[in-house]
């Protein structure tokens, strides 16, 4: 949801519209937003290469504000980008030094530079955050407040407070932190979605945040209405794919589902005692055969043609080996097959658990019709929900329609919040002072 091109003066040369369309589709991502700082000049070039690949770059913008904020603009289209271009080229002062700040290279779709922009993009406009939203919706686009969980160049972090009267969006959360915990602090509270991106400055850096979102098609305006909440489009997650391990149970689940399982049965157990964090995914898919199984954990084999979004059992073998634990594939051909990872739940090097909210809603909006068993332990307490009792709570509607997800939504929360309550009064318990 936020990737600079070469036109950035802090992007990397080799940022150019068909380097990024690629690094994103090995990345398994179905689109980015592309938000240069303060100009839209390699949308076009961006969206064609998109085009040809088979995926979407959406119009955006990374305006900064007088106060030194960073607004990213979500726009409908590349017309509308080259009218809020405009309308910030004329309030930015200064013309680009290169030695200074980089180069600022306008590109054409397979990398050929056809020019450079002259403003001192890097520069701040002089909009204030109100007037610079007001700008963006006149625009047609939608206002996320970019990285708010930074304090350089953070909506927070710059002015100490939301402005009550400003008319955000949307709300982004760095790949320096933690979807959940991002979305609880700055985003659950003014009630707008949490969104999360890269701020890919080069193309190794694409895909190690992202957002899921629940759209009919990959296209703009189904980006929009999902951030708006309408017909059914909806903001599922976020996550990093290369830390969370809440993205990875995705990943496993995702597969049994993609090979014709009809139940998955996850369980993440959090044992202090035993200083263990156990992840098992089971399910009633084709399975493996002996060979098969044996071969799934080796880094060098895959049977995919394409790398989807998510490490694989290669990764989650090793981060579970780097986190002092172990994983286990049982599998037979017809029959399923049953994932289990152990990590030392203390264990430096053990990976955050991540979102998984964003598991349990990704997995059944894209597969509303498996049967989910899901429990989440930690110590002597736990919760379960079941899609079966869900389902008879939804009166026949899906668990993929609005009302499926919201109620998933705030089943996960409410059992995850009962977790938390039970974590917080034990330490209380344990540490009386
Ligand atoms: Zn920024
Ligand atoms: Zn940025």
């Known amino acids: 949801m936020h990737v600079h091109t070469c036109l950035s003066p802090c992007g990397e040369l080799d940022m150019h519209p068909s380097a990024i369309v690629r690094a994103a589709v090995e990345a398994g991502l179905d689109g980015v937003v592309i938000c240069d700082h303060n100009a839209a000049d390699n949308v076009a070039a961006t969206g064609r290469a998109a085009r040809t690949a088979g995926c979407v770059a959406v119009a955006g913008m990374e305006i900064t504000t007088e106060e030194e904020v960073h607004l990213v603009a979500l726009l409908p289209d590349e017309a509308a980008a080259g009218v809020l271009h405009a309308r910030v080229a004329a309030a930015l002062p ?22 450079f922009n002259a403003s001192l993009l890097s520069g701040a406009t002089s909009w204030t955050v109100g007037r610079a939203a007001d700008e963006i919706h006149r625009a047609g686009g939608l206002v996320v407040a970019a990285h708010m969980d930074r304090e350089r160049f953070g909506l927070v972090g710059q002015l100490g407070f939301v402005p009550a009267d400003l008319a955000l969006d949307a709300i982004e959360v760095s790949a320096a932190t933690a979807y959940d915990a991002g979305r ?9 979605p949490a969104i999360t991106g890269s701020d890919a400055h080069g193309p190794g850096e694409i895909g190690r945040a992202l957002t899921y979102l629940h759209l009919d098609r990959a296209e703009a305006a189904e980006v929009h209405r999902a951030i708006r909440a309408e017909g059914g489009r909806a903001v599922l997650g976020g996550g990093r794919p290369m830390e969370d391990l809440a993205l990875h149970i995705l990943d496993i689940a995702r597969n049994g589902a993609e090979a014709g399982a009809t139940r998955i049965e996850v369980r993440v157990e959090e044992d202090a005692a035993a200083d263990t964090l156990c992840i098992t995914v089971a399910d009633n898919g084709r399975g493996m055969d002996a060979e098969t199984a044996g071969r799934a954990t080796d880094p060098f084999f895959t049977t995919r043609r394409t790398r989807v979004v998510g490490l694989g059992l290669p990764l989650l073998r090793q981060a579970a080996e780097t986190a002092g634990g172990g994983l286990t594939v049982t599998s ?29 809603l990704v997995l059944l909006a894209a597969h509303p019709d498996v049967e989910l068993d899901w429990t989440h332990r930690r110590g002597a307490h736990e919760y379960s929900l079941a899609t079966a009792d869900l389902r008879a709570a939804l009166d026949g509607a899906s668990l993929a329609s609005p009302a499926g997800l919201a109620l998933l939504r705030s089943a996960v929360r409410h059992g995850e919040q009962s977790l938390s309550a039970t974590a917080d009064s034990e330490s209380r318990t344990e540490n009386p002072l």
């Open 332 to 360: 037979h051909a017809g029959a399923g097959t049953r994932v289990e990872a152990v990590f030392g739940l203390s264990h430096v090097d053990r990976a955050p658990l991540g979102d998984v909210e964003t598991t349990v």
């Open 94 to 115: 200064g013309r680009n030094a290169p030695a200074a700040f980089g180069e600022q290279v306008i590109a054409s779709e397979d990398g050929e530079v056809l020019g």
């Open 184 to 192: 609880r602090r700055y985003a659950d509270p003014l009630g707008l």
